[in-house]
T-cell receptor, first 113, second 115 residues
């Protein structure tokens, strides 16, 4: 089954404790992206990757890091999480050409205390 | 900077009604536009994708149109059902350049279809 898998689905942690949210896709997609969704602000893009070793900033990259060492994985790293990063996070993937729709994971709800 | 607006923010209709959701965008230089559905606590499910060269796409009871020059798209849902209740989001992908990978979303329309 074609899918985008995020882990963990839920996490409560404390300020400053480094964390990683993993994202994996099994569709051999070149393009992967991270979004955060906040009430009243909608979905905003954090980082995206057009292919292995190619990443670029979205609209709200501050406080986040990403890496793309393998085609299937695109982890989101919060080196020193802060309460304003409490949000619902989504990973997505698609083919590079963009002719095909983007596939989304089920989301990760992060609470930073 | 691309801005995407969806109207109305919320819509409540009785079962069986035909309805239209609207999406407008400020920069017409788009590669494609995609409509998604989001159920509570879930991720986004792609409904329809329209390339910039297309005028409309259909899938079952759903029809999406695109007028790129005026910066508008509509999602038409025929014979609505309670199972259609969800948040509907539109998103645009820019046409090339360094912003090719960026997707800009509207805030969504919360649809409730009551029996």
């Amino acid at each position: 089954e074609a899918q985008v898998t995020q882990n963990p689905r839920y996490l409560i942690t404390v300020t400053g404790k480094k964390l990683t949210v993993t994202c994996s896709q099994n569709m051999n997609h070149e393009y992967m992206s991270w979004y955060r969704q906040d009430p009243g602000l909608g979905l905003r893009q954090i980082y995206y990757s057009m292919n292995v070793e190619v990443t670029d900033k979205g609209d709200v990259p501050e406080g986040y890091k990403v890496s793309r060492k393998e085609k299937r994985n695109f982890p989101l790293i919060l080196e020193s999480p802060s309460p304003n990063q409490t949000s619902l996070y989504f990973c997505a993937s698609s083919t590079f050409q963009g002719h095909q729709p983007q596939h989304f994971g089920d989301g990760t709800r992060l609470s930073i205390l | 900077k691309q801005e995407v607006t969806q109207i109305p923010a919320a819509l409540s209709v009785p079962e069986g009604e035909n309805l239209v959701l609207n999406c407008s965008f400020t920069d017409s230089a788009i590669y494609n536009l995609q409509w998604f559905r989001q159920d509570p606590g879930k991720g986004l499910t792609s409904l329809l994708l329209i390339q910039s060269s297309q005028r409309e796409q259909t899938s079952g009871r759903l029809n999406a149109s695109l007028d790129k020059s005026s910066g508008r798209s509509t999602l038409y849902i025929a014979a609505s059902q309670p199972g259609d209740s969800a948040t509907y989001l539109c998103a645009v992908r820019p046409a090339g350049g360094t912003s090719y990978g960026k997707l800009t979303f509207g805030q969504g329309t919360i649809l409730t279809v009551h029996p």
